[in-house]
């Protein structure tokens, strides 16, 4: 069943699984997927900007994505009015987000429609496309497996975002040393191997402590990624290797969406949002989609685009093959 968004009909399409070889974890590409989001007619040769979403399995991820497509499917002068958000009795449409038939889908799945927008800076059109990478943290073997989807998925996006639940606990940070370990060794760079990490706290509980949105969000990754003083060596490995491997690293703290979210009957109402929820969106989503902050994807210094995201995602899921 293909989620139809108002402005645009589009669907998720599963671009690579996991599967299983001879016992062994396999990627696999559906290259006639991936061609037909990528190079189509209207797309072709435009720098592209890939922001993706990753995280476990009913983190509220695709509920996150279908207001990004809100945002970027809105006129322009709704996205500067905060109308973009939509009407309140209509129910939110576009990535599946109520889990059913897609429960626990390893894998990474892109928006079938990029969106094309200019870039305010440079007039250039550009294909925004966005990602939902999905994994399951249960065991050894699914972290492991799952770590090499997640670092595919952070080599390709000009932002990853992060979306945890309720905190940054050392678990969130030690899988993602692991991603960011294997994306290193597939892209074999030294430096700087991925452009922007924004990790995205869900449901955050301590408001009072740190505020929500990107003020609360950076005080407390400072607090998170500071090494101290009598750190265990271990720890503060950890950290100095997640900030020596991206340009940029921020951090967005979420209010809980409202009891609503729980009832069965509900469907993305606006309605049913709370009112902090609504403003945290009105501050998050400008943040990432607005033509002045829109980030082309770079690979060594290099603008790619839709036909070098297409090779990319050809050569890197050969070699976590390899
Ligand atoms: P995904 O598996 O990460 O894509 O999660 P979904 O987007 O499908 O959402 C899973 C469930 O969480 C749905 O029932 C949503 O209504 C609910 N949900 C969405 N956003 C949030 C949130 O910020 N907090 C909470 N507590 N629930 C949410
Ligand atoms: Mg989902």
Not at 72 to 82: E, I, K, Y
Not at 155 to 168: A, C, E, K
Not at 262 to 291: M, N, Y
């Amino acid at each position: 069943m293909s989620g139809i968004q108002k402005g645009g009909m589009g669907e998720g399409v599963q671009v690579v699984k996991l599967g299983e070889r001879e016992g062994a974890a396999r990627y696999e590409l559906d290259e006639g997927a991936l061609r037909r989001v990528l190079l189509r007619e209207d797309v072709r040769g435009l720098p592209v900007v890939v922001v993706s979403v990753a995280g476990a399995y009913r983190g509220g991820k695709s509920f996150i994505l279908d207001f990004f497509l809100r945002y970027l499917n809105a006129p322009r002068c709704d996205q500067q009015t905060g109308a973009w958000l939509g009407n309140e009795d209509e129910p939110l449409q576009g990535f599946h987000w109520r889990g059913g038939s897609e429960r626990n889908t390893t894998g990474i799945h892109l928006w079938s429609e990029p969106i094309i927008t200019t870039l305010e800076t440079t007039g250039e059109k550009v294909a925004v496309l966005l990602m939902d990478t999905q994994g399951t943290f249960d065991t050894e073997t699914t972290i492991g497996q799952n770590s090499t989807i997640f670092a595919l998925s952070t080599l390709i996006s000009s932002v990853q975002i992060y979306n945890l639940t309720g905190n940054i606990k050392e678990d969130d940070l030690q899988h993602l040393q692991l991603f960011t370990e294997y994306g290193r060794l597939a892209c074999n760079s030294t430096s700087k191997a991925f452009q922007t990490l924004l990790f995205l706290v869900r449901d955050w509980p301590h408001a009072f402590e740190h505020p929500y949105g990107f003020l609360g969000g950076s005080s407390l990754l400072n607090k998170r990624l500071q090494a101290k003083v009598n750190q265990k060596a271990e720890l503060r490995q950890v950290r100095e290797h997640i900030r020596s491997c991206f340009d940029d690293i921020k951090c967005f703290l979420m209010p809980h969406p409202g009891h609503s979210v729980e009832d069965f009957k509900f469907t993305g109402c606006l309605r049913d949002l709370r009112e902090h929820f609504r403003l945290a969106l009105i501050e998050l989503v400008p943040s990432l989609f607005d033509p002045k902050y829109l980030t082309p994807k770079l690979i060594s210094g290099e603008r790619v685009t839709t036909q070098d995201l297409f090779d990319y995602f050809k050569t890197y899921v050969g070699i976590f093959n390899s």
